[in-house]
Each structure stands twice: as C-alpha cells, then as structure tokens.
C-alpha cells in the first residue's frame, strides 16, 4: 500500500518532515527512493530517484516503505521551492 513522504533535501538528502503512516519512519529520517518494486530481482540502487538540482526544495514522493530507508516503487508529486 503506498505512502505519502513530505521532506526536504539537504546535502542531496531527502529529510522526512511527515508522512502518511507512522510505523514507516520517524520524523527526521532520511529515505531513499526507488522506482523498482520491492519484490525485484534488482537492487534498488540502480533505479535511485536522482535528487540532483533539488538541494533546498521541499518534496512530496508517493512510494511502499520497504524497511530500512528504501521507499520502493516511488513517485515524486510534488515539488516546491
């Protein structure tokens, strides 16, 4: 089931400032995106949503927490700044 992920890139790191189901991640986190899913036979670097040109923007991604700092199958919505 998918995920709402709002954050902020710093140091081309997405920051999580809120998202849609608690138990994913904790406020403050830093994630990763992904456009595989998690069932891939792939490593999920090699489908990395690049953050590149982004630093300072605020973001909304659409994805599956996978566990660990993996969001899988991710969509950036939105982007502001």
Known sequence: MSSRFLG???EGKFHL???SKSE???EGTTLRFTT????AA???EHR???LAGLEGKVLLIEGEGGG???IYSAQMIGVLG
């Open 8 to 10: 902020f890139i710093k």
């Open 17 to 19: 400032l809120k998202h």
């Open 24 to 26: 994913i991640a904790e």
């Open 36 to 39: 595989i899913t998690m069932m």
């Open 42 to 44: 792939e490593l999920p």
């Open 48 to 50: 990395e949503l690049s």
């Open 68 to 70: 660990g700092d993996w």
